[in-house]
């Protein structure tokens, strides 16, 4: 049976759902739903219809899973219990804090509706919680970490880009060697947000600005980098372009841990990412917990589910037999 | 609620099984089952009584989940379908291609009984096939590889001390840099047996033995080292004590795929295993599955699982809040 996927919202998540969509034999898109004029939007599959995000409830019998791309910041709050009223959706809302709220608010829409909706999918949160939970459970006395980068982030570049005298900017955020090493050694080491990260900064600022200014600014910024060892660098626009124009990330989560009687004995488990594009790995994490949605919604459950709340094999397209058979 | 381990088997793995139910706060060693001679058996753990296999029935009301410690290739085959009609049960069988015959036999049996058998618990298979199809379902457009070691294969070991004029001998596979390399930039190489792993034996021969002819007859062994480039280093028994008498191992499950309307971009998921003591990691696997097993079994749910059916936040002493507010 083919899954059809709608997508809301088109920008760059929203696209690479569309390319995971099309790597996934059996799922079609069906539908793109946004909120700008939907003749603007140059979607990428050939004979896809592309909806104002205003007649999406036009479309619910067409939609098995509808796909929310929009941000945490304002969308996903308000978007997946609203839509999982009408849809099974899945989110990738990554405001760590603010998760137990938004899973108590989808959780009773959805039992409402009969819906079920899977937020916080992803790579951080996602693939990285899996991860974390099933190493905490396994090596119950031990300790964990997460590391991020060499990757882009967004809020970072942004908070340079607000800056007077700046043109554009990507910032980098990198996990620190020896800090990474001390930990894959098995050490279980107190580390400071200086000793873990740091953040590397590609900008360019308009002629005549005050560089030294800009870099102060920069790294005495609170929250985004006056914690952290910050580098700048000032390039040109071509540059920044042509060396600076990918959307890379990754990064680490590494558990230690002791067992035997006299805890004698040391492990360690390390589950790394190394990404091209993290919105479309984001995206492609995103297509398989849809899959799960709709397989759970067809077995008649309903609410809010996260990674943790979802069994490996609801999210494979092969049956449990190949699964058995080929991968365990 | 404590949940009641009954451990069968007293050997490496009972004894790390035994070890990691010490560390799991909501668990406790009720008794373990021994085909021996119960007052032979040296457990650990104070006032934990010993009894022999034979009087199991007896104690069926005692034990929430009986974790069976025998081996893959006599034991396990038999005990699980017998033992899953009277407990819950997990096991760590692991003869990748015996699984699918196993799977339906522990299930006729679970499902007559209304128990739970968990088979295939450890780390490959185990948490290896988790990250196999993880990663498979996120990135259907790859290829994975899994790499073993270093570590000690006690099969192997075993087939070297078979050898006329050995007296003790351990083996290690090890995968080769190379291809782990190749593989970890995100290439798709087609590797032969011999191109992923090479295998290391530390031989204690006796007295006057011909070594010359311990080395061949060792290297041309079909299956287990014919196919490998192997190397042999005679050493004194003093120094395998020394050196060689732990059992670590680990490995490697990497997948790398291509996402973006024309796959223009590249994604690496790796997941490693470090071990210092391969039985008692297994056994910490072991135990957390147990938890999943005594909680399906409270859910009323009944018949053979593999971990790949097991959602994650099942292994978890943390309730579903906690793990979202904690750990998602």
């Known amino acids: 049976m083919t899954i059809r996927i709608g ?10 759902v569309e390319c995971a969509v099309r790597q996934n034999e059996d799922m079609e898109l069906a539908a793109v739903f946004t909120r700008r004029e939907p003749a603007q939007v140059p ?16 479309h619910q019998k067409e ?20 839509y999982v009223k009408y849809f099974n959706v899945v989110d990738s809302f990554d405001t760590h804090a603010n998760i137990p709220q938004h899973y108590a608010n989808v ?11 899977i937020i916080s999918v992803g790579w951080d949160p996602g693939m990285f919680s899996l991860n974390r939970v099933y190493a905490d ?35 980098y955020t990198v996990p620190v060697p020896a800090a990474l090493d001390a930990v894959r050694r098995g050490e279980t080491p107190v580390l400071s947000t200086r000793e873990k990260h740091t953040r590397e900064c590609f900008v360019v600022a308009e ?28 390039i040109s626009l071509e540059e920044l372009r042509a060396n600076h124009s990918g959307i890379p990330h990754g990064g680490f989560v590494i558990r230690s841990g002791k067992t035997g009687w006299e805890s004698e004995h040391k492990h360690v488990v390390e589950y790394s990412l190394k990404l ?31 990674v943790l709340d979802i ?5 494979c397209r092969h049956s449990g037999e190949e699964l058995r058979r080929n991968l365990l």
């Open 207 to 234: 002629p005549g600005a005050d560089l030294a200014a800009i870099e102060k600014e920069i790294k005495e910024m609170p929250n985004y980098f006056a914690d952290y060892d910050t580098t700048v660098h000032f």
């Open 43 to 58: 979607v990428l599959t050939a004979n896809t219809p592309v909806y104002s995000i205003h007649e999406i409830l036009k």
């Open 137 to 171: 459970a396994i090596l119950p006395d031990g300790a964990s970490y997460t590391f991020w980068g060499r990757g882009v982030s967004q809020g970072h570049s942004d908070a340079i880009r607000r800056i007077k005298g700046v043109v554009d900017a990507r910032q």
């Open 7 to 16: 997508i809301l919202g088109y920008g760059n998540l929203g696209r690479g």
């Open 276 to 306: 091209d594009s993290n919105p479309e790995f984001t995206a492609c994490v995103l297509a398989a917990y849809a899959r799960a949605a709709f397989r759970l919604h067809q077995d008649g459950i309903s609410g809010c589910k996260t």
């Open 311 to 315: 069994a490996p094999a609801l999210l």
């Open 63 to 82: 939609i098995d899973v509808l796909i929310l791309c929009g941000g945490s910041a304002t969308d996903l709050p308000v978007q997946t219990p609203e």
């Open 107 to 117: 959780d009773k829409a959805a039992k409402e509706s009969g819906n079920i909706g």
